[in-house]
């Protein structure tokens, strides 16, 4: 039994404000990353195929979202036939009335897939002698909780859930609590691991295994308004062959993150500060083109930026997808920022857009301010 497992898609995320044809950016890069791994599903040829949630980056999902996931079960349909695609909604993809199962029920409607959304669900599948617990969201945070249990009937007993994996006779916050005898627990959900072949987790979006057969796929891409946090990760899913015990973590390429390491530039020299960064930016591998791209600056002030060319402000802006300049290690009083934010703004012949974005953020954070 091979299962592929994926988990935090985050379809319909949006940031950064860019846009192609109408068509966020950081959108379009999500649903590439969901082709690309679907792609390498259909090469590795699973007998399953499980979503562990936040499949949607909300609850309402814009159009696009919705098409780039029923293409990709289209394609793992068509391409494999016999598998099974299961899928259960994460804190994303719950809306907040009960009574509104939210947009991915819908896809329970789909050929060859099982969408849960609301209340755990057993699935059975006897032409692969297996047996599929899906626990959405919506399961863990209900009472009375479900209290799943294995199908000594089959030979595969899986466990779909969307949560925080936590330790037996620990709770949530690391105090001692009463198991009744379980391994642990996903959102409170008693889970003895030992009596499941696999336990697919969603709600972490960096590959874990929390134990042998406990484990979180994380996001196949960066996602967040701050993806440098994640810069160093690989996104990817993982292939499990439940026979033979092996966890594989599978990479899916997405849009290139840099996260530079912090520079630092003498306070009061606005000259030094742009040849510093002319510098960095030369210094990064391919260049900053189409990239997501911060650099961390140690000891310059917001009054430094005034210094600085606005053609050469938009020439970085341009270039990368997103352009982030972050001030650590200076402190600056509130009353000096304000007031220099607008006069650079009005300095500038021919105010870009993004460029007035760019100072707006840096000289409004001060120190430690993200841009």
Not at 12 to 20: L, P, S
Not at 248 to 265: C, D, E, N, Q, S
Not at 305 to 311: D, I, V
């Amino acid at each position: 039994m091979i299962v592929a497992h994926l988990s935090d898609l985050h379809l319909g995320h949006r940031t950064f404000d860019r846009a192609e044809r109408g068509q966020n950016l950081r959108e379009r890069d999500l649903a590439i990353a969901f082709q690309r791994a679907v792609e390498s599903i259909v090469e590795a040829r699973p007998d399953l195929v499980v979503i562990a949630g936040d499949v949607f980056d909300r609850s309402n999902p814009p159009p696009g979202a919705l098409v780039a996931l029923a293409r990709g079960l289209d394609e793992l349909r068509g391409h494999l036939p016999d598998s099974r695609v299961l899928m259960v909604a994460g804190a994303r993809d719950t809306p907040r009335r009960t009574e509104d199962a939210g947009a991915l029920a819908a896809l329970d409607t789909f050929p060859n897939v099982d969408a849960a959304a609301g209340r755990a669900r057993a699935v059975v599948l006897p032409s692969h002698r297996a047996h599929v617990i899906l626990l959405p969201y919506r399961s863990a945070i209900t009472r009375p909780l479900p209290a799943p249990e294995p199908d000594p009937r089959q030979r595969w007993n899986i466990v779909v859930g969307y949560g925080r994996a936590v330790e037996a006779g620990m709770s949530e916050r690391g105090s001692a609590r009463a198991t009744g005898g379980t391994d642990g627990t996903v959102e409170g959900i008693p889970i003895e691991r030992d009596r499941w072949d696999y336990v697919a987790l969603g709600g972490h979006h960096t590959f874990r295994r929390v134990a042998d057969r406990v484990v979180y796929s994380g996001a196949v891409e960066r996602v967040g308004v701050s993806p440098w946090d994640e810069a160093a990760e690989e996104k990817g899913y993982v292939l499990a062959d439940l026979a033979a015990g092996d966890v594989t973590f599978v990479p899916v390429p997405g849009r290139p993150v840099v996260a530079l390491a912090p520079t630092h530039v003498p306070v009061g020299d606005p000259a030094g500060l742009q040849a510093r960064l002319e510098e960095v930016v030369r210094e990064v591998p391919g260049g900053i083109e189409d990239k997501i791209v911060r650099i961390r600056l140690q000891g310059t002030r917001p009054a430094d930026l005034r210094g600085l060319e606005p053609a050469f402000l938009a020439t970085l802006v341009d270039r990368a997808l997103h352009f982030s300049i972050e001030l650590t290690g200076t402190p600056v009083p509130e009353m000096d920022r304000t007031p220099l934010i607008e006069r650079v703004v009005m300095s500038l012949d021919t105010p870009d857009d993004r460029v007035v974005s760019l100072l707006r953020r840096v000289m409004g954070s001060g120190a430690g301010g993200a841009a």
